[in-house]
């Protein structure tokens, strides 16, 4: 009991000391804070972003459904790639095509798929433009799906709409916003790349990282993207969702056999088409984001090293500044492990006060992502556990030598200093 009231009593001790050598010492004490605050900072706001995007990123592959597969011409793939047909063998892939949406539609396992095209144009409505937006051709099924978000008011698009490709769109809330402010957009047309779309109805959806946030957008069906809008037909892609009485597997079975019947492909022949699920969708994002996290943890532990190398510093310049104290206490009878102490909690203080700084301006931080961009930053608790950890790991390892150095003192030497 009397042991643990002396490490109380001196971290308490330490923990003045180390105030006052920060109050002596504001230059080299605020250096050596600031190196451990943006170590602590760039790993606290990296978790938070790192920790919201994981979040978005799940949301939105399990609105799609945990079973939904995607059919592709190109696959995932991190070999290089030159844009030779011998380094990149996908190039020649055959297109897909709305036959093959139709046909994989029909099969028994698949509950439905649909097919989704991708482009780009200047949208306007009286003297209002918007330059670039995103115009997506679907067929008639796509809420089915796309998932979370809903109509109001109006409708989506018909299937004989849908086939017909009549020009018709359903526009998001932020580019009804954008073209009409409070009035009602509903029967209106507008202009979609030159061509007059008539609003159906506008579609409500919350916006994440991997949908690009909330900006404007127009969903029109795929038939009037490519007769209208002329859009590069290359660009299909096709979602699948396996039936209630089939397996994922069983369904990306039938797909496979009922494209390679449509492209007539010789037995042994590698498929011409890609089959992406949800898993590797996610082996491909941690990849991704595992290298960037890494590289950040590695940029933060620069900072903690030019920290600790301060926490050296500054220790040693307080050892030396102190001899003649530490002599006076070793003549009183504290042993080295009482002065060894007494300097580690100075240490651990300094990396401490870096850390809770750190912690609070990454906290600021997280918020302001979370506030102004689609990715939902938010600190995890471990992030913060990990950041005190890790202050205090670098105030003991850095403060281990001036703290030997300082208990090592022979208490004779030391009253001399002068």
């Not at 451990?36 to 790993?43: E, L, P, Q, R, T």
């Not at 991708?118 to 796309?146: C, E, H, M």
Request: aromatic letters at 6%.
């Amino acid at each position: 009991m009397s042991l643990l009231l002396q490490r109380i009593h001196g971290m308490s001790e330490g923990v003045t000391m180390a105030l006052d050598s920060i109050r002596a010492n504001k230059v080299r004490a605020g250096l050596t804070i600031l190196g451990i605050a943006v170590g602590v900072f760039v790993v606290v706001v990296i978790s938070a972003a790192v920790h919201g995007i994981n979040a978005s990123v799940a949301k939105d592959l399990e609105s799609t459904g945990p079973t939904t597969f995607f059919v592709s011409r190109f696959p995932i793939s991190f070999e290089a790639c030159d844009g030779t047909d011998e380094t990149c063998k996908w190039f020649r892939n055959p297109h897909l095509t709305l036959e093959d949406q139709t046909t994989i539609d029909r099969l028994p396992s698949v509950r439905t798929a649909g097919a989704r095209l991708d482009t780009q144009r200047n949208v306007g409505y009286k003297d209002r433009r918007l330059t670039a937006v995103s115009v997506i051709g679907f067929t008639g099924n796509w809420q089915q799906i796309d998932g979370g978000g809903d109509i109001f008011p109006g409708r989506n698009f018909t299937a004989n709409e849908a086939a017909s490709g009549d020009r018709v769109v359903v526009i998001n809330d932020e580019m009804a916003t954008q073209l009409f402010g409070d009035s009602d957009p509903l029967d209106k047309s507008i202009d979609l790349g030159g061509v007059p779309f008539k609003v159906l109805g506008i579609y409500h959806y919350q916006a994440s990282f991997l949908s690009g946030g909330n900006k404007p957008r127009a969903i029109i069906p795929i038939e009037a993207a490519r007769k209208q809008l002329k859009a590069n037909w290359n660009d299909i892609g096709i979602a699948v969702i396996p039936a209630a009485s089939s397996t994922r597997a069983e369904a990306i079975d039938d797909v496979i056999a009922s494209m390679r019947a449509r492209h007539a492909l010789h037995p042994g022949a590698d498929n011409d088409f890609a089959i992406i699920t949800q898993d590797q969708l996610f082996d491909v994002y941690n990849k991704i984001f595992g290298a960037f996290f890494l590289v950040m943890v590695v940029l933060s532990a620069v900072g903690l090293i030019v920290g600790g190398v301060g926490v050296i510093a500054i220790m040693m310049i307080s050892v030396t500044e102190r001899t003649r104290e530490i002599g006076v206490r070793k003549a009183l009878g504290a042993t080295r492990g009482t002065i060894l102490w007494q300097f580690l909690v100075e240490a651990v203080t300094l990396t401490g006060l870096g850390a809770i700084i750190g912690l609070v301006l990454g906290t600021l931080m997280a918020l302001l992502i979370k506030s102004t961009t689609p990715v939902a930053a938010s600190v995890p608790p471990m992030a913060v556990l990990a950041a005190l950890l890790t202050s205090a790991f670098t105030g003991v390892l850095f403060g281990m030598l001036p703290a030997a150095k300082a208990a090592k003192l022979d208490p004779v030497v030391a009253l001399r200093y002068e």
